[in-house]
């Protein structure tokens, strides 16, 4: 790519996607939708912290202002990242393959390029479930004007974790037979995404109930 995600406008970004360029693709937008979560989430800490309704939280709402900042680099990170990844693997499936000695070198530099076009959207997946138990712990404590922002970062944290999942998914299957990160990534995924519906309608109420 000739410049980083990070640096670009709203606009080019977006256009940017819409182009035919497979990368940046889904797995840089769900990372994005986190990083914008975890802003949120810091958002709201700030519209908190300091003000008497939160005065027993003070600790808390430190913690999470420390925890979303770190979350929003990193899923920023993460974004350049997978591009930059799924980039590598779209270059090494257009290698030569003409002779033994170049499908050899093909093969080895396509499972590289595969094993870190899985790692990245698997870390997105951490990180995105990070952002929302922030969501489901700011929810019943943050200021009651702002708590609408807290779902809205809930459910981005949740369409982060969602998008990434799916291009761990379709990367896996593409592994090498063996490699211990198809069981790893399987492992995360279940936990990750089991019992996610569920959450989402808890916060949801959580949401809810202060608005009401």
Do not use: K, W
């Amino acid at each position: 790519m000739d410049s980083r995600l990070t640096e670009l406008t709203v606009s080019d970004l977006v256009g940017r996607l819409a182009t035919s360029d497979p990368a940046p693709g889904g797995g840089s937008a769900s990372a994005l939708a986190g990083a914008m979560g975890a802003a949120l989430i810091h958002m709201v800490v700030e519209l908190s912290a300091g003000r008497p309704a939160a005065a027993e939280h003070e600790d808390r709402l430190a913690d999470f202002r420390l925890t979303a900042a770190r979350l929003q680099a990193e899923l920023l990170r993460l974004a350049e990242v997978d591009a930059t990844a799924y980039a590598s693997v779209v270059a090494a499936r257009r290698m030569a393959r003409d002779t033994n000695e170049e499908r050899e070198v093909r093969g080895a530099r396509v499972d590289e390029a595969v094993r870190e076009a899985t790692q990245a959207p698997l870390q997105v997946v951490l990180r995105s479930t990070e952002v929302l138990e922030l969501a489901e712990a700011l929810a019943p404590i943050g200021n009651r004007n702002a708590v609408s922002d807290v779902g809205v970062a809930g459910l981005l944290a949740a369409a982060a974790l969602r998008g990434a999942a799916m291009n761990v998914e379709i990367n896996i299957p593409s592994l090498p037979d063996g490699d211990p990160l198809r069981d790893e990534a399987r492992r995360v995924l279940d936990e990750a995404v089991g019992g996610l519906d569920r959450r989402e309608r808890e916060l949801a109420s959580a949401v809810g109930a202060r608005i009401g």
